[in-house]
């Protein structure tokens, strides 16, 4: 989104999985408008470092990585500890990082269903019980929860991948009750189909069948799903909590 | 402060209990602590003590007194 404000500026942002996809257009819209954020990918790439490097000179915030395996509760628990001693506010945490998958219900194994609710609902959940402890403190606080259009609808071969998502939904949704007398807001975004490496778990008739029965005639650019992701990290969504916003192109 | 005063302020920061109260002080013995007060003051205390208490510990919190072996658990000296 082309903006002449910087709509977080003066906050701070944790966002998870942002090296590629959508996590990338997150973090470069954040930092865009003024965050200073925690980026946590799985390992160090220079890749990685030169973009950070590079965000962070143009647009004058801090960008610090963090490092970490969600598969790995030790690793996760060690980066809360790096972020809560930099002794910083977290007023917006965004659970980005996922795995996808497609498969048959009939042909989905039970090592896979394991390892995809361990990246796509495990790892955010207690990434999330660790950071709103902060925010309890503080007393403010945006939650956003990257699910999926496949958590709301019955796609054939999402049952797995689906299934995580919409249980990240309901994490978020009680998330928002139970911690809304600390000021905390909690709201999950549903990508449809998105341009990122995800579809290449996909079969391509699939991918040409949503594009053709979306209205504007083509799947989102990472970019679209951030901007739904900017404000609601932003005081212009300071009244909306509990919510699941489709960005979808309004596929029927 | 020492430890054992930052302890005892944090529990009355949280619930806005007197001092003398704390010794037999439990979960849900007075109406602040509840579950949301709970969770208040385990905030509280990570923050006071620069500690990440573990889900296991914070649910077995459930008391004044059983706080204080929890607490000594992070290598606080009380």
Redesign the interface.
């Known amino acids: 989104m082309a903006s002449n404000f910087k709509l977080l500026a003066g906050k701070t942002a944790v966002i998870t999985g942002c090296n590629r996809g959508i996590g990338k257009a997150i973090l470069e819209s954040y930092a865009v408008n003024g965050a200073s954020v925690f980026a946590c990918v799985r390992k160090e790439s220079p890749a990685f470092l030169k973009l950070i490097q590079q965000l962070s000179e143009k647009n004058s915030v801090s960008i610090v990585p963090v490092y970490f395996d969600s598969r790995n509760h030790e690793e996760l628990?060690l980066a809360?500890?790096k972020i809560?001693?930099s002794k910083q506010k977290v007023d917006v945490l965004v659970n980005n990082s996922g795995i996808g998958y497609n498969a048959l219900f009939q042909m989905s194994p039970h090592d896979k269903l394991k390892d995809v609710f361990d990246v796509n609902f495990i790892a955010p959940f207690i990434f999330t019980?660790?950071l709103t402890?902060?925010m309890?403190?503080q007393k403010s606080g945006s939650i956003i929860t990257i699910s999926s259009t496949a958590a709301l609808d019955a796609n054939d071969g999402k049952s797995v991948y689906g299934a995580s998502k919409a249980a990240l939904i309901c994490m978020t949704k009680v998330i928002a009750s139970e911690l809304k007398?600390?000021g905390i807001r909690a709201n999950s975004i549903a990508p449809g189909m998105t341009d990122t490496d995800m579809l290449s778990c996909l079969p391509e008739e699939l991918i040409s069948k949503v594009r053709n029965q979306n209205g504007q005639n083509k799947i989102a650019k990472p970019s679209e799903i951030a901007d739904a992701a900017l404000f609601l990290a932003s005081d212009l969504s300071t009244h909306i909590t509990g919510q699941v916003i489709r960005v979808d192109g309004g596929v029927k | 402060m020492s430890n054992k005063e930052k302890y005892i302020q944090v529990f009355i920061n949280s619930f806005a209990v007197k001092e003398k109260d704390l010794v037999t002080l439990k979960y849900q013995g007075v109406g602040t602590w509840d579950s949301m007060g709970h969770m208040r003051m385990i905030a509280e205390l990570e923050e006071t003590f620069n500690v990440m208490i573990e889900m296991e510990d914070i649910l077995d919190f459930n008391s004044y007194a059983k706080g204080i072996d929890i607490v000594k658990k992070y290598g606080i000296e009380l």
Do not use: A, I, M, T
């Open positions: 628990k809360v500890q809560k001693d019980q660790y402890k902060l309890v403190r007398s600390f």
